[in-house]
């Protein structure tokens, strides 16, 4: 079964070390190993569950105090690896879109799972915390029924504190939404 994992450091440097560490303690495929605002460092990796916890485990043993928030989904929604690429396949036309705004990557990301299981959408992009300040945003499209519920379903994974705010807009206009999306 497939997993996917996630660490999050508060520096730079002991993320890039830790990425390393991560992809030689197990057989992942890393998905992103990178900076976010303010000054984080955010490894995403894939794999077996077993593989992922292992290297999630390496990771963190190295810079026990370094870590700021992780996250292991196992048997992740399969639409949450192109939203996390930003490469997801998308109808525009007469579309409601949904959006949860998190304080963190790892919520964003439980967000947008949850979201994807729990409606009949396309979570189409999250987008972590670069040039947002930290903060995350996923983004929903479906039929507005089915935006809603996802939201909800998002909105309610997210750990107390955590949730900016969420929105469903119902039949976006679609200017906006083309220079969004």
Known sequence: MKALGLLEFREITRGL????????????????????CPGKFV???????GAVKNALQAGKEEFKDG???????????ESLFSALSGTS????????????????????????DAAAKGGNVVVSEVRLARGMGGKSVVIILGEVSAVKSAVN???QAVEEGLLVSHAVISNVNQKLL????
């Open 43 to 49: 490894i995403l990796i894939t794999g077996e569950v």
């Open 178 to 181: 083309k220079s969004w999306v």
């Open 153 to 155: 379903s998002g909105i």
């Open 89 to 112: 396949e998308i109808n525009l036309e007469k579309q409601s879109l949904g959006l949860i705004e998190t304080f963190s990557v790892a919520s964003a990301i439980k967000a947008a």
């Open 17 to 36: 070390v830790a990425s390393d560490i991560m992809l030689k303690s197990a057989p992942v495929e890393l998905i992103t190993a990178t900076s976010v």
């Open 67 to 77: 870590v700021i928030d992780e996250l292991l989904i196992p048997n992740p929604h």
